[in-house]
């Protein structure tokens, strides 16, 4: 069993990870070895598209009442996700925020825990983590169901959960992106 503190992850860089992790989850499941980026990009393109959507609606406005239609639904399907994504990021920040409980995570031969305060916030086994990523500011650990939380630690901790899986046996589901950022 291996104990991971969490209590120094207050990194801008690894919650953007993590949300970014948490927006492409189901790419991530297929095709672990992909480059992340940083979720300010996605922000961007999605205003940048909501923004030309909103001029081609005036643009298009007198021409065909479905070409209108089909513009009013790709204007709120990106103010919905849009609004997701910011919901995200504020649930992820407030779930992994320090607030006077240290927050750790153990690596067991039952799986990974994720403990805050005295309870067990959630928890994984092996057999549903579908992959371990090694990313550039934190390791993740990806489950095979959408119905399981992701659960992140700083990539500052690498080392500890690389020898944590090796002693568990489950370096099968390791995936190293680091040599993606280089």
Known sequence: MKIISKKDESD????EELLYITSKYNKLVRTPHVKLHKISVVYTVYIVLLSI???GLFFFLNKSILLVIG???CIIALIFSIYFLC???NYIKKE???DGNDPYVVISSKGISYVKGSNISYKISWN?????L???YSVTFIPKKNSYLIIGVNSLYKDDIIKAVINEKKTHILVDNS???R
């Not at 801008?12 to 919650?15: G, I, L, M, T």
């Not at 549903?128 to 371990?132: A, C, K, M, P, T």
Request: net charge positive; hydrophobic share 45%; proline share 0%.
């Open 53 to 55: 959507m909103v001029i």
């Open 96 to 98: 992994l925020s320090y």
């Open 179 to 181: 040599e993606l950022y």
């Open 87 to 89: 919901y995200s990021r």
């Open 71 to 73: 513009f009013i639904l």
């Open 12 to 15: 801008k860089n690894y919650y």
């Open 134 to 136: 090694i990313n550039k």
């Open 128 to 132: 549903d983590v579908r992959w371990i």
